[in-house]
Nanobody, 120 residues
Framework: QVQLVESGGGLVQAGGSLRLSCAASGNLFSINDMGWHRQAPGKQRELVAAISRGGSTNYADSVKGRFTISRDSAKNTVYLQMNNLKPEDTAVYYC??????????????WGQGTQVTVSS
């Protein structure tokens, strides 16, 4: 019903910038929020940033001031602008969408992930 395709990952040096894109397609009427999660080797997948349908955002403490999540509703695309990248940002980044299927009930969709590698 909902398909997410990430792009923009790659290899950058510490201090560099990267912008990830997540294009959503399908039936998007019931999408409540979208966000970015990341998973580094040996670590749990963690929330990086999220944005609601109304535009409110939240960030992991580790990326506040460096990362910005935004959206282009006309293009059904969510972005993650990552500045001042650090080696510890290295991870697979996944786009996530939550579809409302009932009161307090969601269906979660994940993109395939895009690798971000930050060298020192």
């Amino acid at each position: 019903q909902v398909q997410l395709v990430e792009s923009g990952g790659g290899l950058v040096q510490a201090g560099g910038s990267l912008r990830l894109s997540c294009a959503a397609s399908g039936n998007l009427f019931s999408i409540n929020d979208m966000g970015w999660h990341r998973q580094a080797p040996g670590k749990q997948r963690e929330l990086v940033a999220a944005i609601s349908r109304g535009g409110s955002t939240n960030y992991a403490d580790s990326v506040k001031g460096r990362f910005t999540i935004s959206r282009d509703s006309a293009k059904n695309t969510v972005y993650l602008q990552m500045n001042n990248l650090k080696p510890e940002d290295t991870a697979v980044y996944y786009c996530k969408a939550r579809e409302v299927v009932g009161l307090g009930s969601y269906r979660v969709y994940w993109g395939q992930g895009t690798q971000v590698t930050v060298s020192s």
